[in-house]
């Protein structure tokens, strides 16, 4: 199985910050990644696939970047609405598998 | 306006069977495929089954491969998870999702409970 991480797995910021994101494939995923976006007690939201393609809708302050085994995802400009729990997510191959989330807190 | 509906969940005890529900609409329900993720409390995202739109293949994470099975209605624009032997490791919200056409989720519903406990 490909498994995921984060890091860092919290992180704190403030408004306006610039924030980065990094997730890391154990083997390649070519750019088989997607973010996902939580809040507590919604469902996830997804923001970005394919390594680096805005979902529709979704700011354009989000970007992603990356292939193979690294991968990240930037906030420019946070803002309060974004503080949520982040996950990346490979869908290569299966099983799917998930990060174990970062937590963007105050 | 798509639109997932979960239900199905409750309170199990160890060993026993419950099947969730998805009743989806919004969009042409046969042409995509499903997928189950689940989130323990306090927990991360785990991808459970997939079954594809209309090929009906179907996927499972190892941890539910052999307890658990996925299917769907596309008369009834409804996907299933039927899950036996449960555990207490079962204990999670479980996220019906669609699947755009790559596996990955471009919509949800808002979860179902399951509780496995005695």
């Known amino acids: 199985d490909i498994q995921m991480t984060h890091s860092p797995s919290t992180l704190s910021a403030s408004v306006g910050d610039r924030v980065t994101i990094t997730c890391r494939a154990s083997?390649?995923?070519?750019?088989?990644l997607a973010w996902y976006q939580q809040k507590p007690g919604k469902a996830p939201k997804l923001l970005i696939y394919?390594?680096?393609n805005l979902e529709s809708g979704v700011p354009s302050r989000f970007s992603g970047s990356g292939s193979g085994t690294e991968f990240s995802l930037t906030i420019t400009s946070l803002q309060p609405d974004d503080f949520a729990t982040y996950y990346c997510q490979q869908y290569n191959s299966y099983p799917l598998t998930f990060g174990g989330g970062t937590k963007v807190d105050i | 306006e798509v639109y997932l509906l979960e239900s199905g969940g409750g309170l199990v005890q160890p060993g026993g069977s419950l099947r969730l529900s998805c009743a989806a609409s919004?969009?042409?329900?046969?042409?995509?495929?499903m997928h189950w993720v689940r989130q323990a409390p306090g927990r991360g995202l785990e991808w459970v089954s997939g079954i594809g739109g209309s090929d009906g293949n179907t996927y499972y994470a190892d941890s539910v491969k052999g307890r658990f099975t996925i299917s769907r209605d596309n008369s009834k624009n409804t996907v299933f998870l039927q899950m036996n032997s449960l555990r207490g490791e079962d204990t999670a919200i479980y996220f019906c999702?669609?699947?755009?056409?790559?596996?990955?989720?471009?919509?949800w519903g808002r979860g179902t409970l399951l509780t496995v406990s005695s």
């Open positions: 083997q390649s995923i070519s750019s088989w």
């Open positions: 919004g969009f042409t329900f046969r042409s995509y495929a």
């Open positions: 999702a669609r699947a755009s056409s790559s596996p990955l989720f471009d919509y």
């Open positions: 394919k390594a680096s």
